[in-house]
């Protein structure tokens, strides 16, 4: 397990790296400029090469990228150009928001699309898989946009059971949990009916029926465990995708998450905002994965690490 996780820390260390490198590219190849941004349309060339040069946007890339590396080694993300905040106190303080949002999203989608998915495989070629199945095809193909404002007229403005918009209520997190509930479950559900089609196919279930145990028994104690290794991988990448923000959700929803700061910050472009989040988001995704992997030994001990 020491050599494992070791190598998996020296993976994502590589990994960080190379996202931080190509996404300083990308942000320094832009041809907009973040001086002029800062100094307004007004401002002189002379105020909008001090100001640059006062950032050390005027040093060579190369230069730029090794002054920011170094200061990330000492956990140093940056200082927002607009906002003369550290941009870890920036993200710090949308973090709960996201990880709220996140956790209920996944909790609903769980719950509709593993729910789907089982009952679709058990009525295999039935009206009822088809029409799960093609439940779960619209969910997937829904623009988010377009799932959340149906979600806030019926249920916000029709109905008035839960806020327009807002944060710090259960009542709050509801609809946009349930808006990418909606969406995740499509993709869950098509792979949960396909996990379980393969492990009702199994000797070992035979053998389980052959015993006379309950059908409900058998697929709950024996066949759902089996066929949820390829959810866990899934939630895995959940999880960093949740967290790298939802901009659209947040958006419609007004969730005061990581989405929303990284959307200000691509308008205005303040590079330091958007390398802190997409490294924390890089961070995310390792996290889930490595998480997801070390959760498959205990589902299945079939599987080892190494």
């Known amino acids: 397990m020491g050599a494992y996780l070791l190598r998996r820390l020296v993976q994502a260390v590589l990994i960080l790296l190379g996202v931080s490198l190509v996404t ?43 002054r920011y590396l170094g200061a ?53 070629n039935t009206a009822a898989d088809h029409a799960l199945m093609l439940t779960s095809f619209i969910g997937v193909s829904a623009p988010q946009f377009v799932v959340g404002m149906l979600l806030l007229y019926v249920f916000g403005w029709q109905l008035a059971w839960f806020p327009l918009s807002g944060y710090g209520t259960f009542a709050h997190l509801v ?26 196919r199994q000797d070992y279930m035979r053998t389980a029926r052959a015993k006379g145990l309950g059908a409900w028994r058998v697929v709950l104690a024996h066949a759902l465990p089996n066929a949820l290794l390829p959810i866990i991988a899934m939630i895995g990448i959940d999880i960093g995708l949740f967290m790298s923000g939802i901009v659209v959700v947040e958006s419609v929803f007004g969730w005061p998450g990581i989405g929303q700061l990284t959307w200000q910050a691509i308008q205005r472009i303040d590079i330091p905002i958007i390398m802190g989040v997409t490294l924390v988001s890089a961070v995310a995704i390792v996290l889930g ?9 205990f589902i299945d001990p079939r599987i080892k690490l190494r």
């Not at 001086?35 to 909008?48: D, K, L, M």
């Not at 995740?184 to 393969?198: E, F, H, I, Q």
């Open 289 to 297: 994965n490595l998480l997801a992997d070390l959760i498959a030994p």
């Open 175 to 200: 609809l946009p949990s349930l808006t990418l509930g909606l969406l995740g479950a499509g993709w869950y559900s098509r792979m949960m009916r396909s996990a379980m089609l393969d492990v009702l």
């Open 72 to 124: 990330l080694l000492q956990g140093d993300l940056g200082r927002s150009y607009l906002q003369r905040t550290e941009v870890a106190t920036l993200i710090m303080s949308r973090l709960p928001a996201s990880l709220l949002l996140m956790v209920g999203a996944i909790v609903c989608e769980l719950a509709l699309g593993l729910t789907m998915g089982v009952i679709a495989a058990l009525r295999r």
């Open 24 to 66: 300083f590219i990308l942000l320094y190849l832009l041809p907009a400029d973040p001086a002029r941004q800062i100094a307004g349309r007004s401002a002189t060339p002379e105020v909008v090469a001090n100001i640059r040069a006062q950032l050390g946007l005027d040093l060579p890339f190369h230069e730029q990228y090794l």
